[in-house]
């Protein structure tokens, strides 16, 4: 089955406290990315990257980072969790293309809670 | 900066009836895809339809269909015979090959 995973599903931990969520796609997919979704504010992106070894950053980087060893997984590391990282996180994949597709399959979502 | 405004936070629909879903973005680009997607209460980010800007043809996906308009940068989403499975929050987005900016979003309630 085409999916995108996400671990951990639900996440609370405290400041400071240095954490990752994985994803990993099994589509083949060239790109992935992270979002982060707040109520009012919809989804931000965080980092987002091409293929293996090239990452980006999105609108909201501060504070993450990221890497692209593999082409199925891309990481999302915390390295000092802070309140304000409190969010709804999903990571997506999709092809790219010479028509620019980026048809986005959406992981589950991990809600963090950061205390 | 790139830009996606949905104006309506929330928005109320007779079952069986029509809605339309409103989303302006700001670009300069003029190659780029537009994207609606939905979001029940399960959290699941599902694509909706989807519009390539070089296209003048409306997209539409059965009950979904969009207006879009180029020059007045507008991307609006009709859903036909609304059913109570379309209670969801709607999320238009724009990608001009990197990057993706949402809007954020349109909360759909359906009356039975």
């Known amino acids: 089955e085409a999916q995108v995973t996400q671990n951990p599903r639900y996440l609370i931990t405290v400041t400071g406290k240095k954490l990752t969520v994985t994803c990993s796609q099994n589509?083949?997919?060239?790109?992935m990315s992270w979002y982060r979704q707040d109520p009012g504010l919809g989804l931000r992106q965080i980092y987002y990257?091409?293929?293996?070894?090239?990452?980006d950053k999105g609108d909201v980087p501060e504070g993450y980072k990221v890497s692209r060893k593999e082409k199925r997984n891309f990481p999302l590391i915390l390295e000092s969790p802070s309140p304000n990282q409190t969010s709804l996180y999903f990571c997506?994949?999709?092809?790219?293309?010479?028509?620019?597709?980026?048809?986005?399959?959406f992981g589950p979502g991990t809600r963090l809670t950061v205390t | 900066a790139q830009t996606v405004t949905q104006s309506q936070p929330e928005m109320s629909v007779q079952e069986a009836e029509t809605v339309t879903l409103s989303c302006t973005y700001d670009?300069?680009?003029?190659?780029?895809?537009l994207f609606w997607y939905k979001q029940p209460p399960s959290r699941q980010m599902i694509l909706v339809i989807r519009?390539?800007?070089?296209?003048?043809q409306n997209a539409t996906e059965n009950r979904f269909s969009v207006n879009f308009q180029k020059a007045a940068k507008s991307f609006s989403l009709k859903i036909s015979d609304s059913q109570l499975g379309d209670a969801a929050m709607y999320f238009c987005?724009?990608?001009?090959?990197?990057?993706?900016?949402f809007g954020t979003g349109t909360s759909l309630t359906v009356i039975p």
């Open positions: 589509m083949n997919h060239e790109y």
């Open positions: 519009q390539e800007a070089y296209k003048q």
């Open positions: 987005a724009y990608n001009t090959g990197n990057q993706f900016y």
């Open positions: 990257s091409m293929n293996v070894e090239v990452t």
């Open positions: 997506a994949s999709s092809f790219t293309g010479s028509y620019k597709s980026y048809e986005q399959y």
């Open positions: 670009t300069s680009e003029s190659d780029y895809y």
